[in-house]
């Protein structure tokens, strides 16, 4: 399956951005899907997760309470609606699909988007 992230941006402190992640083929039902994020100098790390068919979500901390994970399996897409962003979520977006069950960690992920940059002004 091929990746294509989009919908990064600049924004202020507090605002919201809502990414996309477009997947070709046939079988993105039949993935589990996540995004995960990289700010300079830093790892890779898990930002949220979904399940195959959106019934079960999984969060990091960090955003819990203001960014919601959903999929439409119709039209191939995941998406990341990020809320009251903060400087610290500057970095780097990828989106993730996985067979099975979804995962926080990033070596399980078998396929990757190209990635979308998003910043947050203080």
């Known amino acids: 399956v091929q990746l294509q992230a989009s919908g990064g941006g600049l924004v202020q402190a507090g605002g919201s951005l809502r990414l996309a992640c477009a997947a070709s083929?046939?079988?993105?039902?039949?993935?589990?899907m996540g995004w995960f994020r990289q700010a300079p100098g830093k790892e890779r790390e898990f930002v949220a997760a979904i399940s195959w068919n959106g019934g079960s979500t999984y969060y990091a901390d960090s955003v819990k309470g203001r960014f919601t994970i959903s999929r439409d399996n119709a039209k191939n897409t995941v998406y990341l609606q990020m809320n009251n962003l903060k400087p610290k979520d500057t970095a780097v977006y990828y989106c993730a699909a996985r067979g099975g069950s979804y995962s926080d960690y990033v070596h399980e992920y078998k396929y990757w988007g190209q990635g979308t940059q998003v910043t947050v002004s203080s």
């Open positions: 083929g046939r079988t993105f039902s039949s993935y589990a």
